[in-house]
């Protein structure tokens, strides 16, 4: 999706890192390496915002990248920013199979002599900070953008959303792992549209339309679309964050049990027989590998595997036909119902 379009944000990014590493240079070679590793830690996704603030700004007849462009670093820097903070949350040191910021660090505060403790406070200073650093300059982006205020005004104000509802969502996803009782389907929900569904893919798609000045119609079905698509994707990763293969995404399948995640598997499971023979191993920080499959085996027997995978393609189903209004552009509305349909089929 947007491949070539998203080549312009590689550049700017590159030019971005470039600049701030000179300006780093100053102030001595740890800011510079903080520098370095945010960089790094920018690199390797899918670029899935930055493509689809592209894909609604050309769909709607944008053609000056000079400003679409901006627009797209700015919502792919702010994913950079949450990833970083989510790290420093979950407390990994590592993403997509490389040391993180965290890892970093704590890997450069040992090699010059630091205790177990002081690594420690390397590690999350260095993230909080490059998470910091990354989210300022997603404002910065929008700030300098040069269009009439209202049009700055009303990005900014979508980026501001995402941010205030987005760390809603991030502080309800920790604090209802201490729930004594699973949470409801529909609060899995509201969590994962707060969390992920409102930054990932209504705000840029809504910002991207809203730069090309399309109409109000659209914008508000490209939202409803993104919330719903959002929802659908998380689902999925939700799924795949317990019965995925940790070789193809990247990621453990037993983090999220270890933690206690509440997700749509364990809403639909705390409903069944099978919860007493769940709930001891859920939140159990040892948790093995023989203790996780057995856990496996009670969400798929009591339908909860089955369930959550229905929901996914329900909300994708949903998110499809929130793009059945008349001022969508076709080609828009074909690339996005593609991208639905990959959100419930993915397998990373």
């Not at 944008?62 to 979950?90: C, K, N, Q, R």
């Not at 996780?292 to 998110?319: F, P």
């Amino acid at each position: 999706m947007h491949e070539i379009a998203t080549l312009g944000v590689e550049t700017e990014l590159h030019r971005f890192f470039a600049a701030a590493r000179l300006r780093a240079s100053d102030y001595g070679e740890h800011y510079v390496a903080l520098w370095d590793s945010l960089d790094l830690a920018s690199r390797g996704g899918k670029r899935v915002r930055p493509a689809l603030v592209l894909a609604a700004y050309d769909g709607f007849g944008g053609t000056d990248h000079t400003l679409s462009t901006p627009v797209a670093v700015s919502f792919e820097l702010l994913h950079t920013a949450f990833l970083i903070h989510d790290d420093v949350i979950d407390r990994d040191l590592s993403r997509r199979g490389m040391a993180n910021i965290a890892g970093r660090f704590t890997e450069r505060a040992i090699a010059h002599g630091a205790g177990t403790g002081q690594a420690e406070a390397w590690a999350a200073t260095a993230a909080i900070l490059a998470g910091d650093l990354a989210l300022s300059e997603a404002h910065r982006a929008l700030a300098l953008l040069p269009v009439e205020t209202t049009m700055r005004a009303r990005l900014l104000d979508l980026l501001d959303r995402a941010v205030f509802v987005s760390a809603a969502g991030e502080l309800a996803d920790v604090t209802n792992t201490v729930s004594r009782v699973p949470l409801t389907i529909e609060q899995v929900i509201a969590t994962l549209e707060h969390k992920t569904a409102i930054y990932s893919f209504e705000a840029p798609l809504q910002a991207g339309a809203v730069l090309a000045g399309a109409p109000e119609e659209a914008i508000d079905a490209l939202g409803r679309f993104g919330r719903l698509i959002g929802v659908a994707f998380q689902l999925t990763d939700d799924l795949l964050g317990v019965f995925g293969d940790p070789d193809t995404t990247g990621k453990s399948v037993l983090a999220d049990l270890r933690e206690g995640k509440q997700t749509a598997l364990i809403a639909h499971a705390g409903a069944t027989d099978r919860w007493p023979l769940i709930a001891p191993f859920l939140g159990k920080d040892d948790l093995t590998e023989p203790e996780a499959e057995s856990v496996r085996t009670h969400l798929r027997e009591c339908g909860a595997l089955e369930t959550a995978d229905a929901l996914a393609r329900e909300y994708a189903g949903r998110a499809v036909e929130a793009l059945a209004v008349p001022l969508m552009p076709e080609d828009l509305r074909s690339t996005l119902t593609q991208l639905a349909r990959s959100a419930v089929t993915r397998r990373k």
